[in-house]
């Protein structure tokens, strides 16, 4: 049979629709596709709760892709390796607690868990703003991130989510855009973002896990963000601390599902 142009065009239409009505309304809505949320997404996920991933680039993995200094491999410690093996990433041994992965296996492997496990992923879409009763964030307001770029006057829509989490990275935009439009206060020692510290892997990693946490009703930071929104150090090129957040936001949002 001849291939006809439109039908082609009506099939991505249709299916690219009906998945996005699917999950107007979802359990999670993680903003952000870096390490940390895909790795929330594939815990929450593969628990059969309905995720939903936004992020506003093409491409999905955050800061993973380029290693350090664009040298593209990554660096984790044991627990975060154990959680690379379970993924089915392939690690190296460096040295003692140290281990290596190629950055483009661990984004890959990492996005294709997510998604089979269930996270239904929407790229080139950003988070403008969230949806907020007087007791708590209920959802997000979506928009095509060209739009944003091309600073078009172009209305946004929502989707509804029972927990959000904000894995936004080292901006932690979430956060930023709840306490700079609602004026509430954050449940932080400023009750607003308090910013990222200087470099410290020891610190920035160990810290990390304790500021995997909500903090506003319905909100969780994870990943970078997280210690860019309770003020702990960066941490560089090491991701076993993102992937270990991402998990421990999953286990955090899974026991109140
Ligand atoms: C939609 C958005 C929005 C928005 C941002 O930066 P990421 O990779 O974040 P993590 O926390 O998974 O990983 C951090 C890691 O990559 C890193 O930077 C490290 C370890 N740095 C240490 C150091 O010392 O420098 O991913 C966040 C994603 C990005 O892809 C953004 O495009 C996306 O979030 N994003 N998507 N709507 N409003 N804001």
Same mark, same amino acid.
């Given at each position: 049979?001849?291939?006809?142009?439109?039908?082609?065009?009506?099939?991505?239409?249709?299916?690219?629709?009906?998945?996005?009505?699917?999950?107007?309304?979802?359990?999670?809505?993680?903003?952000?596709?870096?390490?940390?949320?895909?790795?929330?997404?594939?815990?929450?996920?593969?628990?059969?709760?309905?995720?939903?991933?936004?992020?506003?680039?093409?491409?999905?993995?955050?800061?993973?892709? *380029? %290693?350090?200094?664009?040298?593209?491999?990554?660096?984790?410690?044991?627990?975060? /390796?154990? $959680? @690379? !093996?379970?993924?089915?990433?392939?690690?190296?041994?460096?040295?003692?607690?140290?281990?290596?992965?190629?950055?483009?296996?661990?984004?890959?492997?990492?996005?294709?868990?997510?998604?089979?496990?269930?996270?239904?992923?929407?790229?080139?879409?950003?988070?403008?703003?969230?949806?907020?009763?007087?007791?708590?964030?209920?959802?997000?307001?979506?928009?095509?991130?060209?739009?944003?770029?091309?600073?078009?006057?172009?209305?946004?829509?929502?989707?509804?989510?029972?927990?959000?989490?904000?894995?936004?990275?080292?901006?932690?935009?979430?956060?930023?855009?709840?306490?700079?439009?609602?004026?509430?206060?954050?449940?932080?020692?400023? *009750? %607003?973002?308090?910013?990222?510290?200087?470099?410290?892997?020891?610190?920035?990693? /160990?810290? $990390? @896990? !304790?500021?995997?946490?909500?903090?506003?009703?319905?909100?969780?930071?994870?990943?970078?963000?997280?210690?860019?929104?309770?003020?702990?150090?960066?941490?560089?090129?090491?991701?076993?601390?993102?992937?270990?957040?991402?998990?421990?936001?999953?286990?955090?949002?899974?026991?109140?599902?």
């Amino acid at each position: 049979m001849p291939l006809d142009d439109v039908v082609i065009s009506r099939a991505i239409i249709e299916r690219f629709t009906q998945k996005l009505l699917d999950h107007l309304e979802c359990d999670v809505a993680i903003v952000g596709g870096g390490p940390a949320g895909l790795t929330a997404g594939y815990y929450l996920a593969k628990h059969n709760h309905k995720v939903v991933l936004l992020e506003r680039k093409l491409s999905i993995g955050g800061g993973m892709w *380029g %290693g350090g200094i664009m040298f593209n491999e990554i660096v984790v410690q044991e627990e975060g /390796r154990a $959680i @690379l !093996e379970e993924l089915g990433v392939a690690t190296l041994r460096f040295r003692d607690d140290y281990y290596t992965a190629d950055a483009i296996e661990a984004v890959s492997t990492i996005c294709s868990q997510a998604v089979k496990a269930g996270t239904r992923i929407f790229n080139l879409i950003d988070v403008e703003d969230v949806m907020l009763t007087e007791k708590q964030v209920t959802g997000l307001v979506i928009n095509w991130s060209s739009v944003t770029l091309a600073g078009l006057h172009v209305d946004p829509v929502t989707m509804r989510a029972r927990f959000v989490v904000d894995a936004t990275g080292h901006v932690a935009e979430v956060a930023q855009i709840i306490a700079r439009k609602s004026g509430a206060r954050l449940d932080t020692s400023s *009750g %607003g973002v308090v910013g990222e510290r200087p470099m410290h892997a020891e610190i920035g990693e /160990r810290m $990390i @896990l !304790e500021n995997t946490r909500e903090f506003f009703p319905g909100v969780y930071a994870a990943g970078m963000c997280a210690n860019a929104v309770f003020g702990a150090p960066r941490m560089g090129p090491i991701f076993g601390g993102m992937l270990m957040s991402g998990r421990r936001v999953a286990e955090l949002i899974a026991a109140r599902l």
